[in-house]
């Protein structure tokens, strides 16, 4: 009898893992999928029945549709496409306390006509809790068996291995529950199915359906599929049109459906939650939800969530910044001076600060996040923001990434991927990166405190009371925030036409949230962020190092050098102080970088630039460090540090560096930072996209280089127009 292979899927940390390891008891072997570089693992499955089998974990989804070459691998590993090898059963791991979210995918996988079992997971977690699920009606709505199991605890593995025995040894295969679509879709549906390769659909017409719907949804102009013939591709795209034509939506008509098989199934099989439970559910969420409190509560929320970026992190934020300094000085001292050490330190160390320097903040955010999300407060926030969200088009589920958008554009696109429409995630993905990200917050903090007056100055308050710098940062993330959401509405009525997803309205009992699961998700997302945006930060920062550091011109350094030794020559010999040698030689120094810079690639792209950026006010050197700034945000600080000859070792604290652009001025004599320039500039970084991770996170995403393109063009161009009007009208108004 040759060995059967039994496939393992399910949403992301819905058990999985946890569940291939109770079943086979860790013996994995590791590997790749056939072309891909995408983990494979697989172990020896033992059955009670004598049967040996083969155990694949397949990598956690939450719908089969897809669109990049890594979302492909569930659907082609689960159905056995092409390459991949055929399943002779799947285990569908439900988790039961998100029992809705989960059975999206399982009700996708029962379509494909598949020896099925679900193993309904968390079980310990339902019955702590008092939940409880009729796991016989569920299977009876669904037409395949579901076994209760905590992975975790081990109960009812026996009984799983046992569901599985039974469905392999008998020539039963799933049937789809939903019905199916009729009308323009219907016929889309239809003109697709003969156009399914025959070795996909093996002579099944139900899964022939299954699978050309699938494609409906998930092949485009730009998918990065792979092994899809072209005939099938071309059908799609033209009954895609056909049902567009016909102002229909597909993609929202296909999801709505499942959706509506789910919450009528959930009702049914879900027993009322337990007395006390239920009753603490529904007097808080009496409170939590209602517009009167909800509202504000919420606000209070996102208030602590802010207060906890900003202020709880700043320690944590000045042990990594002092070590990272401590670090590369030592390596500094180390290093014979020349190039290599320049390298080392100005390129290497300092690219991996910028990386590291946000961790405190996205660690924080996505604390309060696994707390959220964990507790159940997220479901209700996502309720409240619902009725806002979908007034612009963007579905509540948006939310999250928007709020994760505060911290750090990477995270925040990659959470766009519990989407389960194409629309919803392009869209929120080209309007996270203009929610104002912790990396313009150091800009934002050196242009406000060198040009507008502290409170204990003259002008400092406005009404006597507040703050006007406070004021300023404030109004800052204001218009970040209603310009992504002016943005949203735009690019949802013209690029990304059509209605948003339906929110799933499964509100969960409150719980405690677990430390383990909280610290586990911070983990994983600060992991995605120091490999995704790490390596992009660094490359970027090494590039920037190169641009602004060669060509190296040599009869300039030796200018200086000459003048070095003249300062010490007759420094001793006039009998000057040594500090006072230092001193000069350090102003030298500075000199000289600053030279060196405006001889530099980076400093002769700055005065190419001026023509172009001076009616928003700016000079040639804010131009190079918008260059700079286009690597990562942050960067513009040191590079300006360079530009006015003070190292690149400043930060937005620094007073010489604030003294410094106060006292810039134009060759006319005329300040160059005003106020308003300092408000151009600002509105400058809220709106231009410059961040290289960001746009490589987007290509990444998407696999495609148009949407970066299309995200970098737009954004950077809105920068311009709004800086365009907030200078020159600031100047027609009479301010200069
Ligand atoms: P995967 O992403 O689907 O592979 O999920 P994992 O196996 O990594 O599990 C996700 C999280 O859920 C981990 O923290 C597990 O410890 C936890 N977990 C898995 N199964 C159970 C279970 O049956 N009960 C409880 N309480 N936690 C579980
Ligand atoms: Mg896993």
Known sequence: MSRSVVAIAGNPNC????????????????????????????????????????????????????RTAEEQIAISAIAGLNRFQDPDAVIVVVDGTQLARNLYLALQVLELRLKVVVALNMCDVLEREGVTVDTDKLSEELGVAVVRVSAIRGDGIADLKEAVSNVLATDGVSHGVVQRLNGTVGSAVDAVMPEIPEGWSRG???????????????????????????????????????????????DLQVVSARYQWIDGACARVMGELPGALRRFTDAFDRVLISPIVGFPVFLLVMGMVFEALFTWSAPLIDIVSNVMSVFGESLGAVLPEGLLRDFVTDGLVAGVGAVIVFLPQILMLFLFIS????????????????????????????????????????????????????????????????????????????????????PDQAGGKIFGFFSLQALLMVAMYLFSTVLALVAAAVLGRTLFRGESSPLLLELPPYRWPSPFSVIRQMWERSRLFVTEAGTVILTCTIVLWVLLTFPRDLALSRDYAQEAVTIEVTGVAEGVPENAIIDQLSVLGGLEDAERLRASWGGRLGRTLEPVIAPLGFDWKIGVGLIGAFAAREVFISTMGVVYGMGDGVD???????????????????????????LSLMVFFALAAQCMSTLAVVKRETRSYRWPVFLFSYMTGLAWIASFCVYQGGRLLGYC
């Open 204 to 250: 099944d017409d139900e899964r022939r359906a299954a699978l050309a719907t699938w494609a409906l949804l998930s092949l485009d102009e730009e998918d990065e599929l792979w092994e899809v013939p072209e005939a099938l591709r071309e059908t799609v795209l033209r009954q895609r049109r056909l049902v567009e034509e016909a102002g229909e939506d597909l």
């Open 371 to 454: 707390l959220m999300e964990d507790s159940g407060y997220m479901a209700r926030a996502a309720f409240l923001m619902d009725r806002i969200m979908k007034a612009i088009g963007l579905t509540g589920r948006a939310f999250v990434p928007m709020l994760s958008g505060f911290a750090c554009a990477i995270p925040a696109i990659m959470a766009t991927r519990t989407m389960e429409r194409r629309r919803d995630r392009m869209l929120t993905m080209m309007v996270v990166p203009i929610m104002t990200c912790s990396a313009r917050l150091p800009v934002y903090t050196l242009i406000i405190a060198a040009l507008y007056p502290a």
């Open 652 to 678: 937005e604290e620094t007073v010489p560096l604030r003294e410094h652009l106060q006292a810039e001025v134009w060759p006319d004599g005329r300040r160059v930072y005003t106020p308003l320039v300092g």
């Open 15 to 66: 058990g999985k893992t946890t569940l291939f390891n109770s079943l086979t008891g860790v013996h994995a072997k590791v590997g790749n999928y056939p072309g891909i570089t995408v983990e494979r693992r697989e172990a020896a499955l033992h059955l009670p029945d004598g049967r040996d089998a083969v155990l694949l974990d397949i990598p956690g989804t939450y719908s089969l549709s897809a």
